[in-house]
Structure formats: structure tokens, C-alpha cells
């Protein structure tokens, strides 16, 4: 899977994504990364800017549309064997944007080309969003000072989906959010620590009842540490008396239908 991120900061990114597990999967091959800077695409060659007041006024600059729109003709035009029907997915990092999450990560792990546009300022130019981007992504109701820490965020979170970046891919499949639910708690050696031990049934190689217990913890921590995650997994879990009669409700109205 390869990444593309529009910034005017690709020191920043690349350092931050170079390293630790992604940066193992890039050397790898699996996934790969293309800071480009959008300074390099200004008409502005003196000074190469990529920012001006904004019509109407108002506090702060805007980043332009033109070193924008051409930085990603660039990135496109770059892509081997794209169709020039075929559209790049471009994610527009804003506030403004569905709140990012593993389902959203899931999705976007899908895509073998997958492209960031990082904001500065005040924001960017309305008519440029229009023309290239496909997703307006946040990782939260707050503001940063630029986009290249949440496409960071999103990148990591994406590259831990791509086959093979992990040694362990049971590890994506049972950590928080992959069912709907928070991961249980985890122990490691020592079996006692200050006065704490390792819960016994971890301990009893029953494998279905540490199963089992793990995801009873999970319901738990979940409905404890984020009720609105777990009311969601109720609606989409219901009990099995309540499956019962969902069933014997279903089995009466095509009764009575018939």
C-alpha cells in the first residue's frame, strides 16, 4: 500500500513514520511513503508561497488552490498503471471532517493508493477541496495547528491493517474496536506484582474459558469506560434471550401472513 502526503512539513512526516513498526513495513516493502512538499509546486519561485488573504476578509491566510491542484497532478501522474478514468481516494484532514475510527481504518486499508492533504492556516481554498477530495477525515473535536499529526494518526492506525506489517496479525483482529468492543485487560510475568496476581483463569489452559472471560472483561470495560461504544455493540449484540424472541416474533408474523 503506498501513502502520498500533501504537506509543507515532509520532514515531519517522514520521521515520524519511518521508524518503529511502519518504518520495519516500508523497509519490507509492504506499505511505502511519499512526503511531497507543496512548496515545490508554487508559481511563487522566489519565494515559493502557498498562501494569501482570504476574499471577504477575516483573520489568518489560506493555502491556495493552484500549488495544491498541481502537487497532486504530480502524485497522480506518478502512479504506475492508473487509469486516467480511475480517481485517487484523497483524504482532507479538517475538523470539519466524519471523526475517524478502526471501521474508517478498515475501509481505507482497502485502497493500494492512498493520498493526505495536510491544511495549514486558516484552512484551504474551497474550490481545490471540490476538485480532489473524496474524504473529509478528523481525529477529534479539536484543533491542531496543521494536518500532519492526524494523518499520522490515520496512517499508522491504516498500516497496522495491510498484511504482514505486523509479525502477529491475530494482534489487528483482537486489539480495541475490532468487535465493536475495548480490549480486555493483559497480563505478563511476573505472576504476582506488588501484592497483584495474574487472574487464575488465565492461568488454567482452558482456552474457551479464557476466551470467554476475555470477552466478558471486554463487555465490561466497555460499558464502563465507554457507554456509547457499548450501547451501540447491544444494539448490534443483543442478548440471546432477546434473539429468541426477535425469532419467535419473526415466526409469528409469517404465520399470520400466510
Not at 12 to 27: D, F, N, P, Y
Request: proline share 4%.
Amino acid at each position: 500500500m503506498n501513502f502520498h502526503i500533501m504537506t509543507l512539513f515532509p520532514e515531519m512526516v517522514e520521521q515520524g513514520l519511518k521508524t518503529s513498526i511502519t518504518g520495519r513495513a516500508e523497509e519490507k516493502g509492504l506499505i511505502s511513503f511519499n512526503a511531497v512538499n507543496i512548496r515545490d509546486y508554487s508559481n511563487d519561485n522566489k519565494h515559493h508561497k502557498v498562501d494569501d488573504y482570504t476574499y471577504g476578509g477575516g483573520a489568518g491566510m489560506l493555502m491556495q488552490a493552484q500549488p495544491i491542484y498541481d502537487c497532486f497532478l504530480a502524485i497522480r501522474d506518478s502512479v504506475k498503471g492508473l487509469s486516467k478514468d480511475k480517481k485517487l481516494r484523497v483524504v482532507y484532514v479538517t475538523p470539519q471532517g466524519s471523526v475517524f475510527d478502526q471501521k474508517m481504518a478498515a475501509d481505507l486499508a482497502k485502497e493500494e493508493e492512498l493520498v493526505f492533504l495536510c491544511g495549514h492556516y486558516e484552512g484551504v481554498d474551497e474550490r481545490v477541496l471540490e476538485e480532489i477530495v473524496t474524504d473529509y477525515v478528523s481525529i477529534g473535536d479539536y484543533v491542531l495547528t496543521g494536518g500532519e499529526l492526524p494523518a499520522m494518526v490515520m496512517i499508522d492506525a491504516i498500516s497496522r491493517l495491510v498484511p504482514g506489517v505486523l509479525n502477529n496479525d491475530e494482534s489487528a483482529m483482537t486489539e480495541s474496536f475490532a468487535g465493536g468492543l475495548l480490549e480486555y485487560p493483559q497480563y505478563s510475568r511476573p505472576e504476582e506484582w506488588m501484592g497483584k496476581k495474574v487472574p487464575a483463569i488465565l492461568l488454567s489452559g482452558d482456552h474457551k474459558k479464557v476466551d470467554e472471560w476475555r470477552l466478558e472483561q471486554s463487555i465490561l470495560r466497555t460499558r464502563e469506560r465507554r457507554p456509547d461504544l457499548y450501547e451501540k455493540w447491544v444494539l448490534e449484540n443483543p442478548p440471546k434471550e432477546e434473539k429468541k424472541k426477535r425469532r419467535k416474533r419473526r415466526s409469528n408474523q409469517e404465520e399470520d401472513n400466510q
